[in-house]
């Protein structure tokens, strides 16, 4: 049987234009920081805790740590996924090394003192993104676990450059879209990954061509639009922190 798939946008969205999305600061009251994120039928915890330690290769350095783990609850998914026990897999390690490294870009490691912030990102439901969603949920987590420090007179400023988001951007159907849903993701020509600061830097582009090569201008296409979907996300971003309470 061959499969009929829909050249519409799941819920009629246009190419350029992102799931609606949420941001709960604090929704974890335990932790240091936190932020439950949605982005449509995507849904991640992100919490932020605050370890007076650092990898052996900081020890002595005065530098300090962010770091980040990422899991998929069983039936975040339509097929329940398997809970990894004793080995992360190789899926799992990417995505985490690739939260770390994006936090890190906006992070001055050498004023956070010798302490680790560890963000722990687990999805709860998932419909695509869910990497993306969990960087710029993190970055809301990391924040809010680093104005705490500043708030108990542990720092003296908050150690960040800026912000950080990240979106999915993508091929389907020939067509260049924006945020990509687990139906167009499946299908997708060209799947791509973008995380990028709030002054259009970029910190990482994960992009591959599931079938065909695609040419330089498809690519300009695509970060452009990213672009234009992560400044949209560090609104977000700001809207969520601004409603904290001081």
Known sequence: MVAIFNRKRPGGRANDELRPVTIQPGFAPYAEGSALITMGNTHVLCTATIEERVPPFLVGTGQGWVTAEYGMLPRSSPQRIPRERALTGGRTQEIQRLIGRSLRAVTKLDLLGER????????????????????????????????RLVRTGQLKAVPLTGYVAAVSVGVVWDEVRLDLEYEEDSQAEVDCNVVMT??????????????????????????????????????????ALSSQPE
Do not use: N, S
């Not at 687990?122 to 676990?145: C, P």
């Not at 061509?209 to 971003?237: C, N, S, T, V, W």
């Open 116 to 147: 680790t912030i560890l963000i722990d990102c687990d999805v709860l439901r998932a419909d695509g993104g869910t990497r993306t969603a969990a960087i710029t949920g993190g970055y809301v987590a990391l924040r809010l676990a680093l104005e």
């Open 198 to 239: 709030d002054r259009g830097d970029l910190v990482e582009v994960q992009g591959t061509a599931e079938g065909k090569p695609f040419p330089r201008a498809r690519l300009d296409a695509m970060l452009d639009l990213a672009e234009r979907g992560i400044h949209q996300l560090i609104e977000y971003q700001k809207a």
